[in-house]
């Protein structure tokens, strides 16, 4: 699958505003996604952002599934 991340950019290794990301449905709440660290991590469905909360963080749009 993959998704094109929308929102403020954060972290040097996470997420990157208007970057596509390969990714797998974990379950109905998160995606597993390669982020910029080249490493998968589990981002939310709804609001992608980082837990310490220094971004609002954005949204995910379905590019391929």
Do not use: C, H, Q
């Amino acid at each position: 699958m993959k998704l094109r991340y929308v929102g403020d950019s954060f972290g040097v290794d996470s997420l990157t505003n208007g970057k596509i990301y390969e990714a797998t449905e974990e379950n109905a709440d998160y995606y597993r996604v390669i982020d910029d660290s080249g490493e998968d991590y589990l981002y939310t469905k709804e609001n992608p952002a980082p837990l310490d909360g220094s971004s609002p963080g954005g949204r995910w749009e379905i590019i391929e599934k």
